[in-house]
Every structure is written in structure tokens, then in C-alpha cells.
């Protein structure tokens, strides 16, 4: 699986930003896809996740702000970004979850950078 990562950028504080995800190569091995991001100087933590199922989860931190959502192929999902604040300035990883072996594919980062 290869992941390609788009959408990142600048944008003002309240603002809204869409950050994709499409995946390649063996997208029924996919058991999840998942958004990650690492702040300078911050471990990189999960910030949403979508099951093959449908079923998703939120870090706290964006509840109510963020919506994962995947086509129906599972080989694009998107992160709408919505009330942005600084804090969420950082750079943002999409993975995939692999079933059987649960190892981690990672993509590319793409900043995001909120301005205060």
C-alpha cells in the first residue's frame, strides 16, 4: 500500500482546511485509515481514524471540529478540518492499519499551519 497526502496549508485561525488521502496497491489489506500529527518538539499523536467498517474515533482535542470520512473503495479519505486553532498547527500523517499484521503504512506529511 502507498499512501499520497494532500490539502495542508495556511490558513487564519477559525478557518477550515481538507486534508486527502489516497491510497494505492492493496486497499483491501486496509483494516483502518487513520490521521496523525506531530507539533515541533511533540510526539505524534492520532488525531482521527476510520475503520473499514465505518466506525471512527477522535482524539479529544478535535472532537466536534474535525470529520474523518473514506469513498466507499476506501482509497481516498478525507480530514475536513473546521474552527482551526493555532494549537493545530503541525504536520499531519495519514497511515494505514494493515489487517492481519497491524503494521502502520505511513504517507508523507503535509504542514498545516494556523495563524494566531
Known amino acids: 500500500v502507498q499512501l499520497q497526502a494532500s490539502g495542508g496549508g495556511l490558513v487564519q485561525a477559525g478557518g477550515s482546511l481538507r486534508l486527502s488521502c489516497e491510497a494505492s496497491g492493496s486497499i483491501a489489506s486496509i483494516n483502518s485509515m487513520r490521521w496523525y500529527r506531530q507539533a515541533p518538539g511533540k510526539q505524534r499523536e492520532l488525531v482521527a481514524g476510520i475503520h473499514s467498517g465505518g466506525s471512527t474515533n477522535y482524539a479529544d482535542s478535535v472532537k466536534g471540529r474535525f470529520t474523518i470520512s473514506r469513498n466507499d473503495a476506501m482509497n481516498t479519505v478525507l480530514l475536513q478540518m473546521n474552527s482551526l486553532k493555532a494549537e493545530d498547527t503541525a504536520v499531519y500523517y495519514c497511515?494505514?492499519?494493515?489487517?492481519?499484521?497491524?503494521?502502520?503504512?505511513w504517507g508523507q506529511g503535509t504542514q498545516v499551519t494556523v495563524s494566531s
Open positions: 497511515a494505514a492499519d494493515m489487517k492481519i499484521t497491524h503494521t502502520i503504512i
